[in-house]
């Protein structure tokens, strides 16, 4: 309503003041062009100058307006009567230019009709018309002067009689006027406004506040409807929506209490648990489901999509009353509980607990290999060894034949110290004893490997190539020979006859690498990340006299770590294995 007020007032004021302004502006003018012809005519009666002048200083001109009495050329002859102004000082800068010596450049004084009559203007009127003018300002303001001009006689034109006067009294009225317009206005709005608070107050507040607070309750915030008294029947209303909000309030509480203690258990849990939905799309993972499958890596996002495939496959199975299922997936093995939750419409969805067996499975497996291996290694020599001293005792053995026997019960006793002196080793690294490093020339180190080693690869018709070492290594000499006497055994017994190993040396800027390579068959892939781990033999098959307890290259990471390095391996099946020895300078 107020709007509707302003805009209607509003533009009846702009309309009428424009008009108003038009209409009396144009009068102003009339009113002076009358003038004008009646003074020229007084004037033209006259016939010499002397009595003009006279005539005109018996004349009576109207207030606020100013004559000036103009030869044919447009030089002043008399000026009379004044133009009040606000302000008697103007500066001059008007178009269009007086004819009194062009624009007046900054002179302060003030304005004459004369300043706004252009040589234009005079021909006009030596012509014989009679003209009014609107003089603006060059700067686009308001009205300076309203201009009337008549000749005074004819065929010859003995002067121009201009008379000149302000707009701003009629400025002023119009202003006026506007007041009383916006008067009005302000006192329409005020009405307005009061009638409008009035009905607000009985019937559109109320339902206002209703409509906030049901927002609010919709949003979570249960804070009680302020502000409506009324018996009626928006009162009940507005009772019946505080009284819903308190029992939602209630209730929302309890199940974020709920919620929260669910939340806490479920994310405590160090399994995995996802939630899927009936059509198969995951509804929550807590974060042990996250790391299961690495969800920040995109690069094993693959690994994501089969987990979420097994889940999906087990719960569109018959039996909704609780699947259990173990599956591998790459060389992990995961065991999966999945049970539907069940409402009162149907089955809404799955729950399923995942747990990572893998490191369980394999250290039971480790285990049991390490009880089957330590008592195969120890119960075979020993079995040697009873049955050779059994048989030196009871004399089956021929005297002559005895030394023999005695030296393979000797070379038995020397494998299990062998065996004993290697679980040391790892209990002793593992334990974090300290290395002794000195300076190691390292090409006396590599011609030492070479003097070492290629007795033994001469006997298995291998090639052993030792590069030359150049510069100093500081370490500990025995324990890095131990690691080169474990990865040479290995490459030299597992190269076949006629191939090569190589050991070699990179300097790099704050590091030395140290490699042996070989030509032999290889490593399979899938045995890459296990090399390292104790007891752990590619070829299960292989004897304690062929392939060893699977302790040697854990012995080696043991020792490169325990320097600050690291080893790595490299291989492919059927050309060979590079172990990378990276050890730093100081």
């Given amino acids: 309503m107020t709007l509707l007020i302003l805009a209607v007032l509003g533009g009846l004021g702009f309309t009428l003041t424009w008009l108003f302004g038009d209409f009396y502006l144009q009068q102003k003018l009339n009113s002076l062009r009358s003038e004008a012809v009646e003074i020229s005519a007084q004037l033209a009666s006259v016939p010499n100058w002397s009595g003009r002048l006279n005539l005109l200083e018996s004349l009576k001109l109207t207030s606020g307006t100013q004559l000036v009495l103009l030869d044919p050329q447009g030089n002043i002859i008399v000026l009379a009567g004044s133009i009040s102004q606000k302000g008697s000082q103007n500066t001059i800068e008007w178009y269009p230019k007086s004819l009194l010596?062009?624009?007046?450049n900054g002179l302060s004084r003030d304005l004459r009709p004369s300043d706004f009559f252009t040589e234009d203007n005079l021909a006009q009127v030596l012509s014989g018309q009679t003209i009014s003018i609107k003089a603006l300002p060059i700067n686009g303001g308001a009205q300076a002067m309203l201009l009337a001009a008549t000749p005074v006689g004819l065929n010859p034109v003995k002067g121009v009689v201009l008379l000149g006067s302000s707009p701003i009294p009629i400025q002023e009225s119009i202003a006026t006027f506007r007041r009383l317009i916006l008067y009005a206005s302000l006192i329409a709005v005020f009405l307005a406004?009061?009638?409008?608070?009035?009905?607000?107050?009985?019937?559109?507040?109320?339902l206002?506040?209703?409509?906030?607070?049901?927002?609010?309750m919709a949003k979570g915030d249960f804070l009680p409807i302020q502000g409506v008294t009324s018996k009626d029947e928006i009162g009940e209303l507005a009772e019946a929506l505080n009284w819903m909000g308190e029992s939602l309030k209630n209730h929302m509480a309890w199940l974020s209490q709920e919620k929260n203690l669910l939340q806490g258990i479920v994310e405590s849990i160090s399994d995995a648990v996802v939630m899927l939905s009936i059509d198969g799309s995951i509804l929550y993972a807590n974060d042990s489901a996250k790391a299961l499958w690495q969800e920040n890596e995109i690069v094993v996002q693959e690994r994501k999509t089969q987990i979420v495939t097994i889940l999906q496959a087990m719960a569109v199975r018959e039996n909704q009353t609780e699947n259990f299922e173990v599956v591998t997936i790459g060389i992990q093995v995961l065991q999966i509980v999945m049970a539907p939750m069940s409402e009162n419409e149907g089955i809404r969805g799955h729950v399923a607990v995942l747990r990572d067996v893998t490191a369980s499975l394999r250290a039971e497996k480790n285990r049991r290999e390490f009880l089957a291996s330590v008592t195969h290694e120890l119960r075979t020599p020993l079995h040697l060894i009873q049955g050779y001293l059994e048989a030196i005792q009871d004399e089956v053995i021929p005297k002559d034949q005895s030394e023999e026997y005695i030296d393979l019960v000797l070379e038995e006793a020397k494998r299990l110290a062998r065996l004993v002196q290697e679980l040391q080793e790892i209990n002793w690294l593992e334990r974090g004893q300290v290395m002794q490093p000195t300076a190691i020339?390292?090409?006396?180190?590599?011609?030492?490997?070479?003097h070492r080693f290629q007795?033994?690869?001469?006997?298995?018709g291998v090639k052993l190539k030792v590069s030359k070492g150049f510069g100093e290594l500081y370490a500990d000499q025995d324990r890095l020979l131990q690691v080169f006497i474990n990865l040479l055994d290995n490459a030299l017994s597992h190269t076949p006859c006629g191939k090569t190993v190589r050991v070699f040396m990179v300097e790099e800027q704050n590091e030395v690498r140290l490699v042996v390579q070989d030509e032999g068959e290889g490593i399979p892939k899938e045995a890459l990340p296990y090399i390292f781990d104790r007891f752990f033999r590619v070829n299960k098959a292989r004897t304690r006299k062929d392939g060893g307890m699977g302790l040697g290259l854990?012995?080696?990471?043991?020792i490169v770590e325990a320097?600050?390095?690291?080893?790595?391996?490299?291989?492919?099946?059927g050309k060979g294995t590079a172990f990378w020895i990276s050890l730093p300078r100081l």
């Fill in 563 to 573: 320097h600050g390095g690291n080893v790595r391996v490299e291989s492919d099946m």
């Fill in 455 to 460: 007795g033994r690869a001469q006997e298995l």
């Fill in 441 to 450: 020339n390292m090409e006396n180190f590599m011609l030492e490997l070479d």
């Fill in 101 to 104: 010596g062009g624009s007046l």
């Fill in 208 to 216: 206002g506040l209703m409509q906030r607070g049901a927002s609010r």
């Fill in 554 to 558: 854990a012995i080696v990471r043991q």
């Fill in 193 to 206: 406004t009061v009638v409008s608070l009035i009905f607000a107050q009985h019937v559109t507040r109320p």
